[in-house]
């Protein structure tokens, strides 16, 4: 599986932006699609993940009611919507994908087997 974003940009606050993760190679074997982000000094942290199947999608509650996650119709496409956004936004986005059996909470990283590139978010004040 290979995962590649695009997307990312520069935004005033207040903007929106939306990321695409295209998934390529065996995607039939994807359960679950996840976005990450980077800050510069901080940790890589959680930010949305769907289930690919008719599953619950998870947010974390620094981006809720701000972004959605949401996926194409043959579901090689996932995208993250960011509105209002935040100068606190600005990161690297992963976009990554789990495959069965998943080994972990889907809002940690744990259970990730496929990681993109990433691409870069900046929100200006």
């Known amino acids: 599986v290979q995962l590649v974003e695009s997307g990312g940009g520069l935004v005033q606050a207040g903007g929106s932006l939306r990321l695409s993760c295209a998934a390529s190679g065996s995607t039939f074997r994807i359960y679950v699609m996840g976005w990450f982000r980077q800050a510069p000094g901080k940790e890589r942290e959680f930010v949305a993940t769907?289930?690919?199947?008719?599953?619950?999608?998870y947010y974390a509650e620094s981006v809720k009611g701000r972004f959605t996650v949401s996926r194409d119709n043959d579901g090689d496409t996932v995208f993250l919507q960011m509105n209002s956004l935040k100068p606190e936004d600005t990161a690297v986005y992963y976009c990554a994908a789990a495959v069965p059996p998943l080994k972990a909470p889907i809002q940690s990283e744990t259970p990730y087997d496929y990681w993109g590139q990433g691409t870069q978010v900046t929100v200006s004040s």
């Open positions: 769907m289930t690919l199947y008719s599953g619950p999608t």
